[in-house]
Nanobody, 125 residues
Framework: QVQLVESGGGLVQAGGSLRLSCAAS????????MGWFRQAPGKEREFVAG????????YDADSVKGRFTISRDNAKNTVYLQMNSLKHEDTAVYYC??????????????????WGQGTQVTVSS
């Protein structure tokens, strides 16, 4: 059973930066594709960024491309989301997800098996 724990969320002013971390345990991290999703109040959960086990990445181009960067450290069993130039509309609960069956083409899917509990990101305008 894989467990995912997000951290790094908080309150930041517009234009600021945050780095989210997601620590995984209980599985073979290096074989999992990882995704970051977010959910704002009253909205559906949406894909933000994903990275395959081999390092291939994908972003939601419309909302975060050029501002967010996903990376992973297999030695630390951790995936990161560096968020720069934050906007008020980035306010949401951010979740990380893991699945060994997810490939680059399906990174945006919500069909990940394992999910973290989420971390709140609030951007003040």
């Amino acid at each position: 059973q894989v467990q995912l724990v997000e951290s790094g969320g908080g309150l930041v002013q517009a234009g600021g930066s945050l780095r989210l971390s997601c620590a995984a345990s209980g599985g073979t991290f290096s074989s999992y594709s990882m995704g970051w999703f977010r959910q704002a109040p009253g909205k559906e959960r949406e894909f933000v960024a994903g990275i395959t086990w081999s390092g291939g990445t994908k972003y939601d181009a419309d909302s975060v491309k050029g501002r967010f960067t996903i990376s992973r450290d297999n030695a630390k069993n951790t995936v990161y989301l560096q968020m720069n130039s934050l906007k008020h509309e980035d306010t949401a609960v951010y979740y990380c997800a893991a699945d060994p069956r997810i490939v680059w083409a399906t990174l945006t899917s919500t069909r990940y098996t394992y999910w973290g509990q989420g971390t709140q990101v609030t951007v003040s305008s």
